[in-house]
């Protein structure tokens, strides 16, 4: 018979998003009742190192401060531990002055962000981090990261000239150099399990001692998927449990920008406690990633809510934990309507990279009819939920009111977005029509700006509360940014003409993609110009949503990208170099009303095909043997069609910098 579970944590990422002393306090508070034993802390540059203060950054926790949060957990019962990235995942250390000389890319002029264990001075400097944690903060546990790691050994074979480089070994002569250091200061050495999928002989070689936590963030019904598989199952935890490692299992509350589905996040734990009793798990760990880009009282919603699922055993309907958890928060009932309005929310959530695009350029909007039409129903369902949330918070005290705020802050912002979306294609197609309709535009324009504005104030109230003010909010930014865009569209449309408007006037190039076996399908395009300038765009098909951790999937996407001068180019160049299949079924740029085809001249690689009026780049499947990405890429080259004016065609342009092969 399977172990019982024995660790239940949650980890806090604060290495991208620091919060203020007081909410650390918070995120701490009545944990344990909620089933836990276990609070993590995802550190990088949070932590002030007494020996090497320059790694810490602004506001970085005092060693005093990790203490008394160490005090807090212990008198919980739970154990405090930090997460110290101590392989990939690095620039943290590496992109600060004085410290590049310990990246894989030393000796070049770029940072990889990864350190080499080919130096003996990589060991020591980690000794130093470790030290400077466990001489001032007690506990069990050090988990040294060792996760995504695919630029280790650059530099090895990059200075031995080496075409083969033994990364099994290196990799495992690195765990366990960690793993001494970490014995010697009394704790147990906790690493990521992703890279034995790459490294399967590495499980053989690394100390059994070390505690692996293999993580995948989809739900899954038999097993974990691996991403850059293509999701093919892989039983790699039992594996690991049979080699002899304790392993914890890990889901995550992400993705959640800015709010998380609740029900699939519920869904992914789960699978993780019964995969996990299957196999004889020690543990489960539940994550955090972006710290919910300024919400991280979402998460704490959420890990909140899902301990008391766990604890209750027998507990499926997650409503009932997220209501239990609002009310004690809130100190008043929860309307069941409420509570099926923020589970609803994620639903509309933007982590897959084509609504980030939304998110970050309002052009992306213009892409096609369909996201024209699935933004302007997202918007309208938005515009319904949520009505009892400011009710609900006039009467909750301060603490309460910042986690209702953040739910309310979240739907704001996805209301915005999405009305972006579902407004700015009909501007665009007014201004086609003339001046008739420009002010009307330009009434619409100031709307949504005004709308944006109001966001952005309450929003950065908020920051102030939870976090410091001068730490950088990449939601500030997009409101900032988007309201200095819309306010010159304004303007704009009140001075000029209709046929002189930058949304009018400025080309961009669209794609009608398609994606299948989507393990880290990413395009990569190059615009060139007779005179040999170019212009590199990226189009990342990577959809963090649970039903698409699947081999057999297939979706659609479309995109545009605004150009950088005002000409159309002569000829576009599409490169695929990572994991699984992008289509491509036209490419075209839109100019001044117009759309201008392109046909496909010529192709290179080893997995193009075409299919119908589908061209694919990138192969079907990949194995453990692949390399996480191609030297050789899928490429293909498009031409204007003949006879379009204002378009000289380019037989001999120059190559593209995106297709080098890389050094």
Not at 184 to 193: D, P, S, T
Not at 303 to 308: D, E, I, L, M, S
Not at 338 to 363: A, W
Not at 427 to 438: A, N, P
Request: proline share 6%.
């Amino acid at each position: 018979m399977a172990e019982p579970l024995r660790i239940m944590g949650y980890m806090m990422d604060v290495a991208r998003r620091m919060e203020r002393p007081e909410v650390m306090r918070r995120a701490v508070a009545g944990m344990a009742d909620c089933g836990y034993n276990l609070f993590a802390l995802n550190l990088e540059d949070a932590y002030a190192y007494p020996r090497h203060p320059a790694l810490g950054r602004k506001h970085a926790y005092s060693p005093d401060f990790m203490a008394e949060v160490q005090d807090l957990c212990a008198r919980q019962k739970m154990e405090l531990m930090p997460v110290i990235p101590s392989l990939g995942h690095a620039d943290w250390i590496t992109s600060k002055p004085g410290y590049r000389k310990y990246d894989e890319g030393r000796g070049t002029d770029r940072l990889h962000g990864c350190l080499s264990p080919s130096f003996p001075e990589t060991s020591e400097l980690l000794r130093e981090l470790y030290e400077d944690w466990c001489e001032h903060i007690p506990g069990q546990y050090l988990h040294v990261g060792l996760d995504e790691s695919p630029d280790m050994g650059r530099y090895h074979r990059r200075t031995h000239e080496a075409e083969e480089v033994d990364l099994a070994g290196m990799f495992a002569d690195h765990c366990n150099r960690l793993h001494d250091i970490v014995q010697r200061l009394g704790r147990r050495m906790v690493m990521w399990g992703d890279m034995f999928y790459y490294l399967p002989r590495a499980i053989e070689l690394v100390d059994k001692d070390i505690v692996v936590a293999d993580w995948f963030y989809y739900p899954f019904s038999r097993m974990p998927r691996v991403e850059t598989f293509n999701f093919e199952e892989l039983d790699s935890s039992r594996r690991l449990r049979e080699a002899g490692f304790e392993v914890w299992g890990v889901p995550s509350v992400w993705p959640n920008y800015p709010f998380p589905d609740v029900r699939e996040r519920w869904r992914n734990l789960r699978d993780w406690v019964r995969y996990g009793c299957e196999v004889g798990f020690g543990g489960i760990l539940n994550t955090d990633w972006e710290n919910s880009f300024g919400f991280y009282s979402n998460a704490d919603l959420l890990f909140r809510a899902f301990g008391r699922g766990l604890k209750r055993r027998n507990g499926t309907a997650i409503e009932i934990d997220l209501q239990a958890v609002l009310q004690k928060s809130a100190g008043a009932a929860i309307p069941e309507r409420l509570v099926e309005d923020i589970l609803g929310l994620g639903l509309f959530h933007l982590t897959g990279h084509g609504n980030r695009s939304l998110h970050g350029r309002p052009l992306e909007a213009l892409a096609s009819d369909a996201r024209e039409a699935e933004c302007r129903r997202k918007y309208e369902l938005l515009s319904e939920m949520l009505a009892d949330l400011p009710g609900l918070m006039a009467q909750a005290d301060t603490d309460a009111r910042n986690d209702l705020r953040a739910i309310g802050l979240s739907h704001q912002m996805l209301l915005a977005t999405w009305k972006l979306g579902a407004m700015l294609p009909g501007c665009y197609r007014r201004l086609c029509e003339g001046d008739e309709h420009r002010l009307e535009v330009r009434d619409t324009f100031d709307a949504l700006a005004q709308m944006v504005a109001a966001f952005a104030e309450e929003y950065r109230a908020h920051w102030g509360s939870v976090r410091f003010e001068d730490d950088p909010s990449p939601i500030l930014a997009w409101a900032e940014r988007t309201c200095r865009t819309l306010r010159a569209w304004v303007e704009a449309a009140e001075t000029g003409s209709a046929a002189k408007h930058p949304l009018f006037v400025t080309p961009r190039l669209e794609y009608a993609l398609k994606c299948r076996y989507p393990a880290l399908p990413v395009m990569e395009s190059a615009l060139l110009w007779p005179d040999g300038e170019q212009q590199i765009v990226s189009d990342i098909l990577i959809r963090f949503e649970g039903d698409c951790a699947r081999p057999e999937r297939a979706f659609k996407q479309s995109s545009a990208h605004p150009l950088g001068r005002n000409e159309l180019p002569c000829a576009i160049h599409c490169a695929v170099r990572h994991y699984g299949q992008v289509g491509i079924e036209k490419v075209s740029v839109r100019w001044r009303g117009r759309e201008y085809a392109y046909h496909l001249a010529r192709t290179a690689g080893e997995w193009v095909t075409t299919e119908e009026s589908t061209l694919w780049l990138g192969p079907r499947k990949a194995t453990a043997q692949m390399p996480l990405t191609r030297d050789v890429p899928d490429e293909a080259w498009f031409e204007p069609e003949q006879g379009e004016e204002g378009i000289r065609p380019g037989a001999e342009w120059a190559a593209p910098v995106h297709s080098r092969r890389p050094t």
